[in-house]
């Protein structure tokens, strides 16, 4: 059986999650805490070093924003320019950005930034997504260190001191930013923050004809250069109440682009629009843990007292975890095309992936599929 949390609907599997004596997650307990929190002092606290940032910058800019063109890039760049602040927006391409993710990163440079878009080789980024996708279960792999290797290498190369972050997973951390001194984004905070999975960008070469000079992108700066420029960091989402929701509202009024219907396999129409590969990403979190990406959500609604419990528990049932054929209408076969994969391999690799505690099994121990190749979440009915 599965045990989920008595207050939204996240199931014990997700990692780094723990129950408390009433069986409430430690996210909801979290969230619980922010009401204690006095966001007039958060707001200060965030002024002042922004200010110290800035008063530093000499005719440089003032800060790094890593943008992705998603809504809560839109709202950072937004609220850095209300406060000041002269970003300089750095964008590591997705994996496999759409049409409407292209559109939404043109709106944001048309917010009055400056923006850099590091690219990096396709032919081998595609073959990174592949080894990720077999080796680790995770077809962003390459993302997910991109992200946070270029601004940083880029935070060295133009000494910009500042990378202004938005949300962390860990709600209680404003940053090294805050700290008076020691406070550098060594290799030690990546190792903690990035979450590379156990697989080491060192690892890669000899892979798939992978050599040195393709990953330079996704090599974290050594710690000597960050600490020479004095590279640090900031999340918002310590210093300003975050939500996904209020921050897709607020980067609509400043021309951001939704979908005209929610996005495959989630609730709503104003995330994740910017990687076709998403849908894969998603599907494997639902494989390996038995939740996806509407239980996130529905989570967070549910906190936020926008819907109860019970409709959380329908819309999960209905929406997680479907069989990626689509999303954001791109059909499946043409995302695995381009990294070299045919559904029936696809099928396979998910299967070595699939937590099969979590899925109800037939008499020989086999995956039950139905129709559309979903599979079925054991006590779905009882979260
Ligand atoms: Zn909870």
């Known amino acids: 059986m599965i045990r989920y949390c008595t207050k939204c609907v996240m199931p014990e599997t997700k990692p780094d999650i723990y129950f408390d004596e009433h069986g409430v997650c430690s996210a909801c307990v979290h969230y619980e805490r922010r009401a204690e929190v006095d966001w007039d002092t958060r707001r200060v606290e965030l002024q002042q070093i922004l200010d110290r940032y800035r008063?530093?910058?000499?005719?440089?800019?003032?800060?790094?924003?890593?943008?992705?063109?998603?809504?809560?890039?839109?709202?950072?760049t937004i609220r850095m320019l209300q406060m000041g602040m002269n970003p300089l927006c750095v964008t590591a391409t997705t994996d496999e950005l759409s049409a409407i993710g292209r559109r939404n990163l043109e709106n944001l440079e048309r917010l009055g930034v400056d923006h850099i878009e590091v690219t990096t080789n396709p032919v081998v980024r595609r073959r990174l997504n592949r080894i990720g996708l077999t080796q680790v279960g995770d077809i962003s792999w390459p993302e997910h260190v991109a992200i946070f290797t270029v601004p940083v290498r880029l935070a060295v190369q133009m000494r910009i001191p500042l990378i202004v972050?938005?949300?962390?997973?860990?709600?209680?951390?404003g940053g090294p930013a805050a700290a008076a001194d020691d406070n550098v984004l060594t290799r030690r905070w990546l190792e903690e923050f990035g979450g590379l999975l156990g697989m080491r960008v060192s690892d890669l070469v000899g892979q798939e004809g992978i050599e040195?000079?393709?990953?330079?992108?996704?090599?974290y700066p050594d710690d000597e250069s960050l600490s020479e420029v004095g590279v640090t960091g900031l999340f918002l989402g310590?210093?300003?109440p975050w939500d996904g929701w209020s921050n897709?509202?607020?980067?609509?009024?400043?021309?951001?682009?939704?979908?005209?219907t929610p996005v495959e396999g989630s609730l709503v129409n104003y995330e994740n629009l910017d990687n076709v590969q998403t849908g894969i990403h998603d599907y494997f979190k639902f494989l390996k843990f038995g939740f996806g990406r509407a239980t996130d959500?529905?989570?967070?609604?549910?906190?936020?007292?926008?819907?109860t419990r019970s409709d959380a528990i329908d819309l999960v049932r209905r929406?997680?975890?479907?069989?990626?054929w689509t999303y954001l209408g791109y059909p499946i076969e043409g995302t695995l095309e381009r990294i070299g994969m045919t559904v029936e391999e696809f099928i396979t690799v998910c299967d070595r992936f699939?937590?099969?505690?979590?899925?109800?099994?037939?008499?020989?121990?086999?995956?039950?599929?139905?129709?559309?190749?979903?599979?079925?979440?054991?006590?779905?009915?009882?979260p």
């Not at 529905?298 to 819907?307: D, E, L, P, W």
């Open 354 to 382: 699939t937590n099969k505690k979590l899925f109800e099994l037939d008499r020989h121990g086999a995956l039950v599929r139905d129709h559309w190749g979903n599979l079925t979440r054991v006590n779905d009915d009882n």
């Open 248 to 260: 897709a509202l607020i980067a609509q009024a400043h021309g951001f682009e939704t979908m005209p």
């Open 212 to 219: 040195p000079h393709h990953l330079i992108q996704y090599t």
């Open 297 to 307: 959500l529905a989570c967070m609604q549910v906190r936020r007292g926008r819907i």
């Open 165 to 173: 972050w938005g949300e962390n997973s860990q709600n209680e951390y």
């Open 319 to 324: 929406l997680d975890g479907r069989f990626p």
């Open 238 to 240: 310590y210093y300003l």
């Open 55 to 76: 008063s530093q910058a000499r005719g440089n800019y003032d800060c790094i924003v890593p943008v992705s063109g998603g809504k809560d890039s839109t709202y950072q």
